[in-house]
């Protein structure tokens, strides 16, 4: 726990002297747990490299190869190809196999849990922060994305960080916290293009904290913030505005003409409308590579306490302004994109949901005379969430429909083929295939691109 301690020290994520001894070993736990959950069978569940991972692969071979992206450039898909070369020092020390490809993301999403769990503690009791932070490491939205090749999740832990730097910023009003929040920012901003809106979020939130309140009204410290921030964005600035930083934008927007598809307008947003809010506690995505079918994001507890942490809000107004601020900004995602509901663009709802469902188990817990019985059934209903998420998390990849949904993607026993064939394509002066490719070659006979 020792060690834990001057992690935390070393990192100014806070005062050694404010940390309870029982956190740092909860820090410990949820480390523990956090690592298992997502790094157990995580070579082989799921059973199928999908074409997201699979592609993002393909860019992994493609740099070892020599050939571009550059480390600022941008992608197949317009994500930063940073998250390419950290798959490739994961194949260092691991080997070229899947457990390899998605372990960043899973280590990522451990840190993430950590800090939300801290950012809780400055507002909460540990009984609802230990129960909210469970329930968040448990939900199947969160394990999905976490035990993925794919990146998207990944921006929450330096966004989180930024969050929590901004706040110490803003309290405690020293150079380190600010130039942290810079730093965190801008690499928040590296993520995909929710890891951008994340980090709009959080310039607002500092926006509306120096015209609004009375927090900050140095206007010195948070320019050199923003400064800080766009310098180290800056390497990727170029790529970001490139016509291929624009071009997914472009594709997925649910409003365009093409996607309209002469749809009258008003009938496109209120379908938009309801299938957005719909997602988190009525339908889920449609998608059966987010979510099981039919299924809600969230299990019927968490939904509930998700819904009351929402008015709760009303009384909490300063104390949930960023996490409000979050869950709008990233529900906009979803809604200017085509065919809502999509779990993959709305991540950054969900520390914003799980910060909520803290907000009412803390009210809960508040009933100091019956203090027994409310911590009794926050302990039962986290357990009862954590076992319905993990069950629906295994039989939702242990169903063949499921797999077959995930399609294009690269069979569990036909990855050491595939791996060999986009390094001899490479070998050979070619530029590889796509997993569409693969799977043509594979069930059709057709023959690969050369």
Known sequence: MQVIKKILQHLKITDVQELQKLDVWIIGVITVVGLLSRLLYLGSFPASLIFDEADTTWIVYRIKAGLNPSFFELNWN?????????????????????????????????????????????????????????????????????????ENIQFLLPGLLAFYYIEEALEKDRWSRWILSGIFLALTAYGYY????????????????????????????????????????????????????????????????????????????????????????IAGSKSSNYNLPGEPQLYS???????????????????????????????????????????????????????????????????????????????????????????????????????KGRNPAVKLEEFSEWSQRMKESFKKGGGGFNVGSWREYKDRGISLPK
């Open 194 to 281: 929710a890891g951008k809106i994340f980090a709009f979020t959080l310039i607002l939130y500092l926006g509306f904290n120096f015209i609004f309140s009375h927090r900050y009204k140095n206007p010195t410290k948070l320019i050199a913030c923003i400064l800080i921030s766009f310098v180290v964005f800056a390497p990727q600035l170029k790529s970001t505005l490139s016509e291929a930083g624009r071009a997914r934008i472009k594709d997925v927007y649910a409003f365009s003409k093409e996607n309209l598809n002469n749809e009258p307008l008003i009938h496109k947003m209120k379908t938009q409308t309801i299938e957005t809010v719909g997602m988190i506690n």
């Open 78 to 150: 317009g994500c930063p190809a940073i998250v390419n070369y950290m798959i490739i020092e994961s194949m260092k020390i691991f080997g070229d196999n899947i457990f390899a490809i998605r372990f960043p993301t899973a280590l990522i999403s451990v840190g993430t849990l950590i800090i939300f769990y801290i950012i809780l503690r400055r507002w909460f009791q540990i009984i609802p922060s230990i129960a909210a932070t469970a329930m968040f490491t448990f939900s199947y939205w969160s394990l999905n994305f976490s035990r993925s090749g794919w």
């Open 301 to 403: 507890i968490a939904g509930f306490a998700f819904l009351v942490g929402l008015i709760l809000t009303i009384l909490n107004f300063k104390k949930s302004l960023f996490w409000m601020l979050a869950l709008i900004t990233s529900g906009l995602i979803i809604f200017f994109s085509d065919d809502p509901p999509n779990a993959a663009r709305g991540l950054g709802m969900l520390p914003s949901i799980f910060f909520l469902v803290a907000l009412f188990l803390q009210g809960l817990y508040n009933f100091k005379k019956y203090n027994i019985l409310t911590s009794s059934i926050i302990i039962i209903a986290t357990i009862c969430s954590i076992a319905w998420s993990s069950h629906i998390y295994i039989k939702w990849y242990s169903r063949e429909d499921t797999l």
